[in-house]
């Protein structure tokens, strides 16, 4: 048993480079799509029986992390003081939906940077892990579900950074003032993750909690600069 939202689709091992790879592993009692073209993605015969059907899906990412964590860093040095949060999640997956658009390779949008590394023919396959170009419409063997669309969404994020500075207190004084402190402040300066999307905490929230790690493009998080003042009478 396993909790709800866990990723279940093919199981993928590289890309078909040519017709002769193809023609080999159907020949091996491996199976293969009878549609199969080189630069389509290779699908896994998990169960073994030489066909590639829905019995060959399996579970192929988790969307709950090991564990989370943050912590918060405070210095203060003379009047100085600087002071910076972070939060992550270690062992988690995204189920990037919004891939089905950045790969479709039809020209009517952007496309990630790889898409120029896609498989072209045998003798230039790319990088070897994105597939041939093809109308999206039309490429189903390559925009089934499987662990093509599945990214590690493990990261570390600074939600906050800020760096503040206080009047001595014979300034102050002068200025008949209680205190008197400026600062500067980001909130959500930096994100480390090797997730490719805008924000490796996706929210897709139209079917509640039965779609954890669920990436459809939302909007990246914001990040806003702020300049302070605080003045004490």
Same mark, same amino acid.
């Given at each position: 048993?396993?909790?709800?939202? %866990?990723?279940?689709?093919? !199981?993928?091992?590289?890309?078909? !480079? =040519?017709?002769?790879?193809?023609? &080999?592993?159907?020949? !091996?009692?491996?199976?293969?799509? @009878?549609?199969?073209?080189?630069?389509?993605?290779?699908?896994?015969?998990?169960?073994?029986?030489?066909?590639?059907?829905?019995?060959?899906?399996?579970?192929?990412?988790?969307?709950?992390?090991?564990? #989370?964590?943050?912590?918060?860093?405070?210095?203060?040095? *003379?009047?100085?003081? +600087?002071?910076?949060? +972070?939060?992550?999640?270690?062992? =988690?997956?995204?189920?990037?939906?919004?891939?089905?658009?950045?790969? =479709?390779? &039809?020209? @009517?949008?952007?496309?990630?940077?790889? $898409?120029?590394?896609?498989?072209?023919?045998?003798? /230039?396959?790319?990088?070897? &892990?994105?597939?041939?170009?093809?109308?999206?419409?039309?490429? @189903?063997? @390559?925009?089934?579900?499987?662990?093509?669309?599945? !990214?590690?969404?493990?990261?570390?994020?600074?939600?906050?950074?800020?760096?503040?500075?206080?009047?001595?207190? &014979? $300034?102050?004084?002068?200025?008949?003032?209680?205190?008197?402190? +400026?600062?500067?402040?980001?909130?959500?300066?930096? #994100?480390?993750?090797?997730? *490719?999307?805008?924000?490796?905490?996706?929210?897709? /929230?139209?079917?509640?909690?039965? #779609?954890?790690?669920?990436?459809?493009?939302? %909007?990246?998080?914001?990040?806003?600069? /702020?300049?302070?003042? *605080?003045? #004490?009478?």
């Amino acid at each position: 048993n396993y909790p709800i939202g %866990y990723f279940y689709g093919f !199981q993928t091992s590289g890309i078909f !480079q =040519n017709q002769q790879q193809i023609d &080999e592993l159907r020949a !091996q009692g491996h199976g293969v799509l @009878s549609t199969s073209q080189p630069g389509d993605v290779i699908f896994v015969d998990y169960n073994g029986d030489g066909q590639i059907t829905d019995l060959d899906k399996t579970l192929i990412g988790n969307p709950h992390p090991d564990f #989370t964590y943050g912590f918060a860093i405070d210095l203060n040095y *003379k009047d100085f003081d +600087f002071r910076t949060s +972070f939060n992550g999640s270690h062992g =988690n997956d995204v189920l990037d939906g919004y891939d089905y658009y950045l790969y =479709n390779m &039809e020209g @009517s949008g952007n496309q990630y940077a790889d $898409v120029a590394q896609r498989w072209r023919s045998p003798s /230039n396959p790319g990088n070897g &892990e994105v597939y041939r170009a093809a109308r999206g419409g039309t490429q @189903s063997n @390559s925009t089934r579900l499987s662990t093509f669309y599945i !990214q590690d969404a493990s990261f570390l994020r600074m939600t906050n950074v800020m760096l503040g500075y206080t009047l001595p207190n &014979e $300034v102050v004084n002068k200025l008949k003032l209680g205190g008197l402190r +400026f600062y500067a402040s980001i909130d959500n300066p930096l #994100t480390f993750s090797k997730y *490719k999307g805008y924000n490796p905490e996706p929210d897709y /929230n139209q079917r509640g909690n039965l #779609t954890p790690g669920v990436d459809y493009g939302l %909007y990246p998080l914001v990040r806003s600069y /702020n300049l302070g003042l *605080k003045v #004490t009478f």
